[in-house]
């Protein structure tokens, strides 16, 4: 079953330091998203992106974060100058097409900032 | 703000039992509603979704969406220990690459 795979699975960081996540999403599916899950609270969304381009961003997504689809095949968030408040899991997601807006979720990649 | 209610829990239930998750939501303008599941530690992953209002069916579980009430449900049927977890419910705008706004989900005990 086609899944969204995403690398490293944990990672830590100093504080300042800039992070790259990565992730594969499904092979046909046309958006794909960043969320992001602190201890213990909500999933919150960061981002979406189709045809190159950011299509919808939160508030959270600042001038801190980036994203780009490099190749045919990865999707990454950068964040430059971690915080310690940047400690949390990171999820990629893809969807399909138009109509299709079910999200399938990455495992994730935990990031600590210390 | 665009905000998602869930009971935070935890709802405990025997095996065998039902378990109905409770969800509501401000906008309106949602039309695309979500549960996911999540074990802690882990990632959500997608067990239903309903765009029109009533039921819909898969296996033991029933979504019941009511648009006009701004609520979704979900329903266990024969609640299994494995179906203990973190109960996530999400909607959207229905328009490809549109954000999902989580609730921050109902922890479901089931007791064998």
């Known amino acids: 079953e086609p899944e969204v795979t995403q690398t490293p ?22 958006y794909f998203y960043w969320y992001r899950q602190i201890l213990g609270q909500k999933v919150e969304f960061l981002v979406s992106f189709y045809n190159n381009e950011i299509s919808e961003k939160s508030e959270i997504f600042d001038d801190q974060f980036s994203v780009e689809r490099p190749d045919g095949s990865n999707f990454t968030l950068k964040i430059r100058s971690t915080k310690l408040e940047d400690s949390a899991m990171y999820f990629c997601a893809s969807s399909g097409g138009s109509r299709g807006t079910e999200a399938f979720f990455g495992q994730g990649t935990r990031l600590t900032v210390v | 703000q665009k905000e998602v209610e869930q009971n935070s829990g935890p709802l405990s239930v025997p095996e065998g039992a039902i378990a109905s998750l409770n969800c509501t939501y401000s906008d309106r303008g949602s039309q695309s509603f979500f549960w996911y599941r999540q074990y802690s530690g882990k990632s959500p992953e997608l067990i239903m979704f309903i765009y029109s209002n009533g039921d819909k069916e898969d296996g033991r579980f029933t979504a019941q969406l009511n648009k006009a009430s701004q609520y979704v449900s979900l329903l266990i049927r024969d609640s299994q220990p494995s179906d203990s977890a973190t109960y996530l419910c999400a909607v959207n705008l229905r328009q490809a690459g549109t954000a999902l706004i989580f609730g921050k989900g109902t922890t479901l005990s089931v007791s064998s």
């Open chain 1, 9 to 30: 699975s944990h990672q830590v960081t100093q504080m300042g330091q800039e992070v790259i996540l990565r992730c594969v999403p499904i092979s046909n599916h046309l």
